[in-house]
């Protein structure tokens, strides 16, 4: 059984998905863009685009009564793989650890021209 999480703390999503669907005891967090939870605002630069995604991210996860320490998975999807160190930085200062496993994948492009965009999977078990 699966169901959807939303929350006005986050971007709506841009198309036909949800912002999270819980699926037993794991939460699958879609792609969060570096947007106010009004959906405008980017903000500049990849280590500010870097923390609204996390932002985003964690209040998700709260509206599903998690916080970023339950994420096993990511994904990050950059345009610029030359600033993964801005990236990273932001990251490790967010996630502690044990780290969750990541993927960081090169992109030519993300909607609505954003830098960053980052998914993740928790898991809502004891």
Same mark, same amino acid.
């Given at each position: 059984?699966?169901?959807?999480?939303?929350?006005?703390?986050?971007? +709506?999503?841009?198309?036909?998905?949800?912002?999270?669907? *819980?699926? $037993?005891?794991?939460?699958?967090?879609? $792609?969060?863009?570096?947007?106010?939870?009004?959906?405008?605002?980017?903000?500049?630069?990849?280590?500010?685009?870097?923390?609204?995604?996390?932002?985003?991210? %964690?209040?998700? !996860? #709260?509206?599903?009564?998690? *916080? !970023? $320490?339950?994420?096993?998975?990511?994904? @990050?999807?950059?345009?610029?793989?030359? +600033?993964? #160190?801005?990236?990273? &930085?932001?990251?490790? *200062?967010?996630?502690?650890?044990?780290?969750?496993? *990541? %993927?960081? @994948?090169?992109?030519?492009? !993300?909607?609505?021209?954003?830098? @960053? &965009?980052? &998914? #993740?999977?928790?898991? #809502? $078990?004891?």
């Amino acid at each position: 059984m699966k169901s959807a999480i939303a929350t006005s703390a986050a971007p +709506q999503a841009i198309g036909p998905y949800c912002q999270a669907i *819980r699926a $037993g005891d794991w939460v699958f967090v879609s $792609g969060q863009l570096p947007l106010g939870a009004d959906g405008q605002a980017m903000a500049p630069g990849v280590a500010a685009q870097t923390e609204a995604c996390l932002d985003n991210l %964690a209040a998700i !996860l #709260a509206a599903a009564g998690l *916080r !970023l $320490g339950d994420v096993v998975k990511t994904t @990050v999807f950059m345009t610029d793989l030359g +600033q993964f #160190a801005a990236m990273n &930085e932001v990251y490790a *200062r967010r996630f502690g650890s044990p780290f969750p496993a *990541r %993927a960081t @994948v090169g992109v030519a492009a !993300l909607p609505k021209g954003a830098s @960053v &965009e980052i &998914e #993740a999977v928790a898991f #809502a $078990g004891k």
